[in-house]
């Protein structure tokens, strides 16, 4: 007869357990791991400082053109913001959380413990939406930081920034760990037809998305004076009453306009339905964690056949020109990204947020706002999709070396060099890198309407860019490896991963702040001479950053290459 805890007594012990590893992760990073410690909070500290520069920026040239503060506009752009990021928080808890609960050696000891299955998805639960929603609550806090000071707000509404962004990420945070429950617990067998079924509603509901769009940006050319109306009436589906992002944009906007009361009540919503989806997730987590991992555990894994896919052969032609052992090790490692749908979602999430982005910038530059110019907000676009390769080529490029610690072994027998190895990989990496980048730069600046030799430079940008990273993320990784872990996602966020991003977030700032940004500077210094009545040349000289950049981009790809490779021939497996 088996017993189990009283609930009280298993609620105590989790968090007791919470805190004696908080408080020994926090001992032995002050003890060994000062550097990194150190590292992580410049991190934090520079995408903070540089988010709320380009909030103020922003702010400051809505103010110069006159544009209200607390009006539909800027509600409408946070309707957009809290949507995006509460969109992105569904996606990235979903995957931490279906690590956690279902592959971790962790999760498999709890589930064979008397601990109950929801005491189990609540420590994980709360694990995850931590890790998830720490970008948030930093690129939140600034953007809310810069508009209270350029609008002038009363003192709560810094006061209760904080129980809004946090209150916010319990519902996507609740909602995604259900829905990731569910579809473990119920996806059928045939798992390719119900993904090509999902897949076909996503094309449908993006094809009318992008319809609507350009019935939208039709209608913006053929109207005469309501640019304006078109512009906020593309937030209508954002504006819904029963949406949880403009609940947030309705209480933000109430403390700025220092209506406590219609503060409050939005923040109740929030709370309060945040924590009902919670108890509802946990109600399905009691009820299907523990058949759902069984399904998992014993999901046939050994009938399974792994075939050559179309994708395979498009890859290796798109690097026809390595030798053929090259290109069996970068098909290799194109195949394990394919087959991990936790990676390409994410990379899919991602390219549909940046076309999102592009497609709403483009509704403000037709609306006729002058601080949405179109070298502006194709600068922001540049960088955020900078920042966002960054972020990706961490995430799926600097652990590829670690990934194969236990396996090496195996490509040590086969005739490949080391150095052929890690020249693979980063082939792999610059290939993607390039393609997914360049076609999001372009599409991005097309849609905007930036003229021929803006398209250009920012195509050479993203190039450098693209081969720079690849180069950093592959030497890096090689360089700073863990073999130990097994887990890609503790790889990024240690001590070799978090140099890396730091590493690659300086090289970003010196590439665009050389060749992109002196000629958006000189091009909107032309609009207000022009408007002033002055000329209309642009200086030569804001070119010669160019070169600058390209001789950073070519030492980020051979330094750390050639680091990664002295080091990983020194390494004995």
């Not at 940006?217 to 209508?236: C, H, M, P, V």
Request: aromatic share 12%; glycine share 10%.
């Amino acid at each position: 007869m088996t017993t189990t805890l009283p609930v009280a007594d298993q609620a105590s012990t989790f968090r007791q357990l919470r805190a004696r590893l908080l408080r020994n992760g926090l001992r032995v990073a002050l003890e060994h791991s000062r550097t990194r410690l150190v590292t992580m909070l410049g991190t934090s500290a520079f995408v903070f400082g540089f988010t709320f520069a380009v909030g103020m920026y922003l702010f400051n040239q809505l103010a110069k053109t006159n544009v209200p503060f607390k009006g539909g506009i800027v509600e409408g752009l946070f309707d957009l913001m809290f949507f995006t990021l509460g969109t992105m928080l569904v996606f990235s808890t979903g995957l931490i959380l279906y690590a956690s609960l279902f592959t971790s050696p962790e999760a498999r000891y709890l589930l064979c413990s008397p601990a109950r299955a929801d005491r189990i998805f609540a420590t994980k639960f709360q694990a995850a939406v931590a890790f998830s929603s720490w970008g948030f609550v930093v690129l939140g806090i600034p953007i809310f930081l810069a508009y209270g000071i350029v609008s002038g707000v009363p003192w709560y509404f810094y006061a209760l920034l904080p129980a809004y962004l946090l209150g916010y990420v319990l519902l996507p945070g609740s909602f995604s760990a259900a829905l990731c429950l569910l579809l473990v617990r119920y996806m059928p067998r045939n798992r390719r037809q119900f993904l090509v079924v999902v897949a076909l509603i996503a094309a449908a509901v993006l094809g009318f998305w992008l319809y609507k769009v350009g019935m939208g940006l039709k209608r913006s050319a053929a109207t005469g004076g309501r640019e304006i109306d078109d512009l906020i009436g593309q937030f209508d589906l954002f504006r819904s009453g029963f949406a949880p992002s403009h609940w947030m944009t309705r209480g933000v906007m109430a403390a700025a306009r220092d209506d406590l009361t219609g503060a409050l009540i939005p923040l109740a919503q929030v709370w309060s339905n945040g924590l009902l989806m919670y108890v509802l997730a946990a109600w399905v987590a009691k009820r299907v964690y523990r058949t759902a991992y069984d399904r998992i555990a014993g999901g046939g894994r050994g009938k399974k056949i792994y075939k050559t896919s179309w994708l395979d052969r498009v890859m290796e032609g798109m690097v026809f020109y390595l030798d053929r052992r090259t290109r069996t090790l970068v098909v290799k490692d194109f195949r394990t990204f394919r087959r991990d749908p936790t990676q390409w979602a994410v990379l899919i999430l991602f390219a549909l947020l940046m076309m999102l982005g592009a497609s709403n910038f483009r509704q403000y530059y037709s609306a006729g706002l002058a601080v949405m110019d179109k070298y502006a907000v194709s600068l922001m676009n540049l960088c955020g999709t900078a920042i966002l390769l960054c972020a990706g080529l961490s995430r799926f490029m600097f652990p590829l070396i670690s990934l194969e610690g236990r396996k090496f072994w195996i490509l040590g027998l086969t005739p490949v060099s080391r150095d052929q190895l890690l020249w693979g990989k980063f082939v792999f990496a610059t290939t993607g890198a390039l393609v997914i980048a360049e076609t999001l730069i372009l599409v991005s600046d097309v849609l905007i309407g930036l003229p021929w030799e803006g398209i250009v430079l920012h195509a050479a940008v993203m190039a450098v860019v693209a081969v720079g990273l690849s180069g950093l993320n592959v030497g890096l990784g090689a360089y700073l490896p863990n073999f130990k872990e097994t887990d890609p996602s503790k790889i990024v966020v240690g001590f070799g991963g978090t140099v890396n991003m730091v590493v690659g977030l300086g090289f970003l700032v010196i590439v665009i702040g050389t060749m992109a940004v002196p000629m958006h500077t000189a091009q909107l210094a032309k609009a207000a001479s022009v408007a002033a009545g002055g000329s209309d040349a642009i200086n030569p000289w804001v070119y010669v950053g160019v070169p600058v950049g390209l001789v950073v981009g070519a030492l980020a790809v051979v330094l750390p290459l050639r680091a990664g490779a002295r080091s990983l021939r020194a390494m004995e497996f």
